[in-house]
Each structure stands twice: as structure tokens, then as C-alpha cells.
């Protein structure tokens, strides 16, 4: 009775089933022999397939990423102070920060605006932040400084959230 055979894995001639090298080839008989004799066109396929997978993750997962513009934070009404908390005369403008998006903002850059009771801008001041705000999440926003018009003027003020990342 003649023994069981089976194709080499590289040259596919009939060798012993037991054999762990081709008669023929000389091919060690491992999983990876059959890959080298596999046509290009086999690696060009395999690297479009690569390709198409990467670009769909890219697709789904890339637009999870943080825009690339100014946040859409909302700032609550704000209120003005003006206190001496040490040698120097300060004015303030409080408010509170919200973040109702759908990304993490932090670093932000505050801008203040003081207002006299006509409405007329007497002051800008601005202030950065090294704080974060996290979705659905708020924080208390303070811009202040050396007011540059007579302090009795100030009336109102109103902060806006010029720069994030």
C-alpha cells in the first residue's frame, strides 16, 4: 500500500504526508511557505483592502476630532466689581462659562469689555485661563485688572471667549 501524500505548500507536487521538506522545492513545509510563491497581484490586493479599511477608520474615527475653530462655549450675564484686594485699584467682570458641546475646550483667552451706564466701552482687558471645561460643564470666568477710566464709571461688562484649544 502506497503511502498517504499531500501537495507541497510552494510547488503543490505530491509529497509524503509525513514529510516537513519537499523532494522537489526543498520548501520547509511551515504555514508560510505557500506565501511565496503568491503573485503579485495577491500583495497588491491585500494592500488595497488595507487601505480601504484605514481610510473607513479614518472616516468613522477622524471626525471625532476637535474642529479646528473657535469653541462654541456660551458665557452667562456677567457682573462687574470694583475692589482694592491689594495696593492697586481693580476692575472685574464675572461670569460663568459653559460648555454645551460635544468636546473638551481648555487654555481659554478671555476678552472683557466694561461698559458705563450709557452703554459706552470704557475699558478692554483680557486674561488667559490654563483651566479645562468638559462637556455639559461650566466654570466661573473672571477677567480683571488695572481699570484705565475713573472707576466710579464702570457699570456693566460683558466677557467673551476670543481663543480655545
Not at 458665557?75 to 468636546?103: M, W
Request: charged share 15%.
Amino acid at each position: 500500500m502506497p503511502s498517504p501524500t499531500k501537495p507541497c505548500l510552494a510547488c503543490r507536487q505530491p509529497i509524503d504526508a509525513a514529510a516537513t521538506k519537499c523532494q522537489h522545492c526543498q520548501q520547509i513545509q511551515t504555514a508560510l511557505a505557500g506565501l511565496q510563491n503568491k503573485s503579485s497581484a495577491h500583495y497588491i490586493a491585500l494592500a488595497a483592502i488595507i487601505v480601504v479599511f484605514g481610510i473607513l477608520l479614518y472616516s468613522l474615527f477622524g471626525s471625532m476630532r476637535k474642529p479646528e475653530t473657535i469653541p462654541s462655549l456660551t458665557v452667562g450675564p456677567a457682573s462687574v466689581a470694583i475692589g482694592k484686594p491689594d495696593e492697586h485699584l481693580r476692575a472685574s467682570c464675572f461670569a460663568t462659562i459653559t460648555n454645551p458641546g460635544l468636546y473638551a475646550w481648555g487654555n481659554l483667552s478671555l476678552q472683557a469689555e466694561f461698559f458705563d451706564a450709557e452703554g459706552k466701552r470704557l475699558d478692554v482687558l483680557y486674561q488667559e485661563h490654563r483651566v479645562r471645561i468638559y462637556p455639559t460643564h461650566s466654570m466661573s470666568g473672571r477677567v480683571s485688572g488695572q481699570p484705565n477710566a475713573d472707576p466710579a464709571r464702570y457699570a456693566s461688562c460683558k466677557i467673551s471667549v476670543i481663543n480655545a484649544s
